[in-house]
Structures are given as structure tokens and as C-alpha cells.
């Protein structure tokens, strides 16, 4: 097994790759899925975001579940059924004949998705040996950072030869391939003391995220966050996610020991992933619609110009490890999150003529910054807990990404939502009532009425675009404000720089944490 670890890491990536790939490909989707029947599905904003987040909300609830199963029955045997069930799921979505079919088909996905994301972290730790832990974890986080960066781009060119549903089908190949590499090469590992289950834990878990979710994009759709019915949505998910906090907290077998959260460190390095992810996954959303909608950009197009933040990834997420023995956890973390900040700040400066050559920088820039976020981010969280618990580790880790991305989502989509909608209102005053109200929901429900509208429809579009780039730089800035409150919480409760005789002894303090 140990001769075959590079091996067994390139296949485990390799599924990693299709799972965490899925909602970045999806991204670059986001305009065509909108558009009216046959090209698409003419799905509404909240819809899209539905699609999106049915995905990682399910996935986050289910993480904690699935890698305590991994633990338990082996997880190897988890990650095939995950992945062949990820494949079925992924040729389902790809027929969906409705936004509510393609959001269920989403869901189905993400149930295979959240048997496999923790499975490859867990796997990857008891193939390698402690010291090569931490180059083995750069290179998984570049991974995690590839992917989200490569899916616009082979989306992009699927769109451009494909209808909209082969960004979903070509996974099931990559999924065959995928199967028949785990069974030839893959270990199987079991924690030999594992937890019991926590289906109440998973049930509160779940509804919480969901009523808290749907209630901030119900927010943004009515433009209204006062709105009574959105009010009591998002008071009834902070209600029962401290439902869920207390029940753990009381749970001999709890699907997530809150008393880890006692650590500063752990707790630092969960709120940077989250926060982090919040500010990428918002930024990716708004950024489609301003390459493809404003801008005017194909999806090959659109995809292509997130190759950047893909070669950032690829060079610095492996070599994060080199900076953070340099300068230290702290150091590195926190001035990941500053650049990320600082990218989203530049996008408030955007408008239709800016030099696409900036965003290309912005992006490489976004790349780095994410780069040195991951990779000690992820060694902290993984090697605070022993070996045989890797899953849960795992689980833990990638449960704060996908909640953090999915709010991101949910709350800045809302941000754009509610922003467009008050900028293009006066625009639509024209329009019949049922018109209007459908053509304030965003740029290309705006952009697909002023088509049908011939001639007079076309004094929407500049408004319409006007309007987008005021609710553009409102978005971006509240992604700045996330990025820099994680800079923070880093600065102030990461481990810094350690000195000379802490460094030596580095290593066996971590063998001790492991054990």
C-alpha cells in the first residue's frame, strides 16, 4: 500500500474531482439553464440557487452521517456506493424536464457526493505516513481548488457543442473509470472503535440549514426582508440549529462533538474554510452573469477566463505547506484571506468596459489567496484529531465548506437579487404587472422579455445591465466585509511562527495531537 500511494492519491482525486467539479460546472450553466425551453429550462434566479444549494445543503447535512458510516462499515465500500450513486444521480439531472426535477436530481447527487468527499480525505490519511501527511493534504487541497476552477471551463465548452444537460452526463463516464480505479487500487480502512449513529442530530441538522436557506433567498426574491413569512423561516432555522448545538452537546454519540470547538485553533481554522468559501462561492455566482450576460461572453469564453485561478491553485496549493513552516498557521492564513478580500473589493470596481486582462489578474490573485487558506486550514483541522477518526475529521472539514459556500450563495445571491430588483423596478414601469414582476427577478429574465418585446424591449437591456453592475459592487463589497471579519478571527487565534526549539520539536507535538 505505501509503494502505491501516489497511486491510490491520484484516485482518490480523481473522485474527489467529479464531486467537488459538479457545482463549479454548474456555475457557467446558470445562464442557459435560465433561459426559456428547449434551450434550457427557464429557470427562475431562486430556482437556480435551489439547484445549487439543494446540492450542498444535502451534502453538508449528510457529511457528518456519511463519514461516521465510512468509519464504521469501511471506506472504501462507502466511496463506491457514493460515486455510483453520484453517477446515477448525475445521468438523471442530466434529463430533467423541469427546475424542480433538475433540483431533486441535484439532491440525489449530493447523497453519493457526501459518502465520497469524506471518504477520499480519510483514505488519504491512513495510506501516508505522518510526515508526508501534509504534502499529501497541499496536493488534495489543490485538488478541491482545480476542480472548482476547471468546471466553468469544461462546461463552457459542453454548452458550446452540447445541450445544457451534458454538464451533468459527463460525469457518469468519468464515474465508470473512476469505479473500476478504486477496486483495483484502493485499501479499505474501518475505525475499530467507531461512534453509533445520529439520525436525530442528521434530521435537525438538515431542517435547520433548509429553513434558514430558503428563508434568505425568499428574501432576496421578494426583495423584502421583512416580509413576515420570511422572518419566520429564518428565526425558525436559528431556532432549531440551536436545537441541533444543544442536542450534541447532550448526545453521548453525537454526530458533531462540539467540545472540539473548545480549541481556538480548530475553531479558527473551520470559521476561515467557511468563511472563505462563503465569499468564493457568492463572487463565482454574481461573476457568470457579468462575463455572460454583461460582458457578452460565450460559456467556453467565460469558463476559459477562470484559468488563472486554476494555475494558482496548481502552483501554490502543494507549496503552501513551504510557507507555512517559513512564516507560520497565522501569517500565511490571514494573508490568504486579506488578498481574498481584496479581489472581491476590485470587483466593485467593475463595469462593461473594464480591461478583461484585470480579471484575469483578480482571478489568479483569488487563485493564490484560497491556496494558502486550504492547505494549513486543513492540516490544523485533520491532525487535531487521531487517525482512526479521519472521517470525521474529514466530514467536519468539508461540512463547514459546503454550509459556507451554500450561505454564500443563499446571502449574497439574496444581496444581488434584492440590489437588481431596486435598481431596474423604475425601468419597468411600462410593462404590464405580470411582466414587470417576472422581469425584476434578475439580468436575464430582464435580458429574455426584452427579447420577446422586439424593438421596445430593447431600451431595457442598458438599464438592465446598469442595473446588474450597481448590485455587482453592493455584492461585492458585503463578500469583502466576510473575507476580512475571516482575516480576523485568523490573526487573532491561529498559531503563529514557532520558534526555533518549537520548530524542531514540531513534528512529534503533531504525532502526539494524532495520538
Known amino acids: 500500500m505505501h509503494r502505491r500511494r501516489w497511486a491510490i492519491l491520484g484516485v ?56 461516521l458510516i465510512g468509519d464504521r462499515l469501511g471506506r472504501k465500500k462507502v466511496l463506491l456506493g457514493g460515486i455510483a450513486l453520484f453517477g446515477i444521480g448525475s445521468a438523471l439531472a442530466a434529463e430533467s424536464g423541469s427546475p424542480g426535477q433538475l433540483i431533486a436530481y441535484r439532491a440525489l447527487m449530493a447523497l453519493g457526493a457526501a459518502f465520497v468527499m469524506p471518504a477520499t480525505l480519510a483514505v488519504l490519511m491512513n495510506v501516508f505516513e505522518r510526515d508526508e501527511q501534509p504534502k499529501a493534504i497541499g496536493i488534495w487541497a489543490g485538488g478541491v481548488g482545480l476542480a472548482i476552477a476547471i468546471g466553468p ?16 452526463f459527463i460525469n457518469v463516464p468519468i464515474v465508470i473509470i473512476a469505479l473500476g480505479l478504486m477496486l483495483w487500487l484502493v ?21 435547520g440549514l433548509v429553513l434558514l436557506v430558503y428563508g434568505i433567498i425568499k ?34 454519540h453525537p454526530s458533531l462533538d462540539v467540545s472540539y470547538f473548545k480549541n481556538k485553533v480548530f475553531s479558527a481554522a473551520m470559521a476561515a474554510i467557511a468563511l472563505v468559501f462563503f465569499a468564493l462561492m457568492g463572487v463565482t455566482f454574481f461573476s457568470v452573469f457579468y462575463t455572460q450576460s454583461v460582458r457578452g461572453y460565450s460559456p467556453l469564453k467565460s469558463g476559459l477566463l477562470m484559468l488563472p485561478l486554476a494555475a494558482a491553485q496548481m ?69 487535531a484529531l487521531p487517525r482512526e477518526k479521519a472521517g470525521s475529521a474529514s466530514a467536519l472539514s468539508n461540512t463547514f465548506r459546503q454550509v459556507g459556500g451554500a450561505l454564500g450563495i443563499a446571502v449574497l445571491g439574496s444581496v444581488l437579487a434584492t440590489a437588481y430588483r431596486n435598481g431596474i423596478e423604475d425601468k419597468l414601469t411600462p410593462l404590464p404587472a405580470a411582466l414587470r414582476d417576472k422581469a425584476g427577478d434578475s439580468i436575464e429574465a430582464t435580458l429574455g422579455i426584452a427579447e420577446k418585446l422586439g424593438p421596445q424591449g430593447k431600451l ?47 513534528e512529534a507535538e503533531l504525532v502526539a495531537a494524532l495520538d
Open 219 to 252: 428574501g432576496g426574491q421578494l426583495a423584502d426582508f421583512t416580509d413576515p413569512t420570511v422572518l419566520a423561516t429564518i428565526a425558525g432555522g436559528v431556532v432549531v440549529l440551536a436545537a441541533f448545538v444543544v442536542f450534541e452537546k447532550r448526545s453521548d
Open 153 to 168: 471551463i469544461t462546461g463552457g465548452a459542453l454548452l458550446d457543442h452540447f445541450w445544457w444537460g451534458s454538464v451533468f
Open 460 to 506: 431595457l437591456v442598458g438599464p438592465a445591465a446598469d442595473a446588474f453592475l450597481h448590485a455587482m459592487h453592493v455584492t461585492a463589497l458585503w463578500g469583502t466585509g466576510v473575507a476580512l471579519i475571516g482575516a480576523l478571527v485568523t490573526a487573532l487565534f491561529l498559531p503563529g511562527r514557532p520558534q526555533p526549539d518549537e520548530q524542531q520539536n514540531e
Open 187 to 207: 485499501p479499505d480502512s474501518r475505525d475499530p472503535n467507531p461512534g453509533r449513529l445520529d439520525p436525530i442530530g442528521v434530521v435537525l441538522s438538515v431542517v
Open 315 to 383: 502552483i501554490f496549493a502543494p507549496r503552501a505547506r513551504l510557507v507555512v513552516q517559513r512564516f507560520g498557521n497565522r501569517a500565511t492564513t490571514t494573508v490568504g484571506l486579506v488578498v481574498i478580500a481584496g479581489t472581491l473589493a476590485t470587483f466593485a470596481t467593475f463595469d462593461a468596459d473594464t480591461p478583461i486582462w484585470l480579471l484575469e489578474v483578480i482571478f489568479f490573485l483569488m487563485g493564490a489567496g484560497m491556496a494558502h487558506i486550504m492547505t494549513p486550514t486543513s492540516v490544523v483541522i485533520m491532525q
Open 12 to 67: 482518490l482525486m480523481l473522485s474527489l474531482l467529479i464531486v467537488v467539479l459538479d457545482n463549479s460546472i454548474l456555475n457557467v450553466a446558470i445562464k442557459t439553464i435560465s433561459t426559456p425551453a428547449p434551450t434550457g429550462l427557464g429557470a427562475t434566479q431562486s430556482q437556480i440557487e435551489w439547484a445549487i444549494n439543494a446540492y450542498t445543503l444535502v451534502f453538508a447535512g449528510l457529511l457528518f452521517t456519511a463519514g
